[in-house]
């Protein structure tokens, strides 16, 4: 194609049910016109706004806790920095090289199923009575109570992740809720919904 046909098609032909055609063209462009698949899923995941919503919850539930309690990052509205004193090359690329390690290690001993959507997390016997007793062995979404004989086909109870696990969901209790199976189906994995608006003080 010749670069004005180009610029007609991209002008006056190109029909768009989405951005990403003009998207992965200009990505195309600043790669010398060429790139390879990975590179093109990168530059759309990028742009897509639900996505970066969903880390942006994520980043606030997990990382952040608890890099702030102990002290590596603060926040300042959208801002976050890290408390170091400004850093010189030397520093930074250390640092650069111990999180590289710490990844490296942290895949090597859990595989590559870190991104299986599929991958559940153990849950100890403890944390699932914990997660029960504060919701007063009620389904936080719908209420339905485990051994209510009407709704039997919902129950056990299921305890979830609010974020998944397979995104770095932590398993403690301030990422778990207690879901009915008809909820948690709903639900899916893809989802991290908080559904913990139901009053679960006690009765
Ligand atoms: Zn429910």
């Given at each position: 194609m010749k670069h004005e046909e180009l610029i007609d098609f991209i002008k006056d032909k190109m029909s768009m049910a989405h951005i990403y055609q003009p998207l992965l063209i200009k990505e195309l462009v600043k790669c010398d016109g060429a790139a390879t698949v990975r590179q093109l899923a990168i530059s759309m995941l990028v742009m897509d706004e639900s996505r970066i919503q969903e880390y942006k919850?994520?980043?606030?539930?997990?990382?952040?806790?608890?890099?702030?309690?102990?002290?590596?990052?603060?926040?300042?509205?959208?801002?976050?920095?890290?408390?170091?004193?400004?850093m010189t090359l030397e520093q930074k690329s250390e640092i650069l090289q111990v999180c590289e390690q710490?990844?490296?290690?942290?895949?090597?001993?859990?595989?590559?199923?870190?991104?299986?959507?599929?991958?559940?997390?153990?849950?100890?016997?403890?944390?699932?009575?914990?997660?029960?007793?504060?919701?007063?062995?009620?389904?936080?979404?719908?209420?339905?109570?485990?051994?209510?004989k009407a709704y039997e086909e919902r129950l056990p109870l299921?305890?979830?992740?609010?974020i998944p696990y397979s995104k770095g969901g932590a398993t403690d209790l301030a990422n778990l809720q207690a879901l009915c199976r008809k909820?948690?189906?709903?639900?899916?994995?893809?989802?991290?919904?908080?559904f913990r608006i139901v009053d679960t003080s006690p009765e």
């Open positions: 919850k994520i980043f606030k539930r997990w990382p952040e806790q608890t890099l702030k309690k102990h002290g590596v990052l603060e926040r300042n509205k959208e801002l976050v920095s890290l408390t170091t004193e400004p710490k990844i490296h290690e942290y895949v090597r001993k859990r595989g590559e199923g870190i991104w299986d959507p599929f991958e559940s997390s153990p849950l100890t016997k403890n944390q699932r009575y914990e997660v029960l007793k504060r919701a007063n062995k009620r389904c936080e979404l719908c209420g339905v109570k485990e051994g209510d299921h305890v979830d992740h609010i909820c948690n189906q709903g639900k899916g994995n893809r989802d991290d919904t908080d």
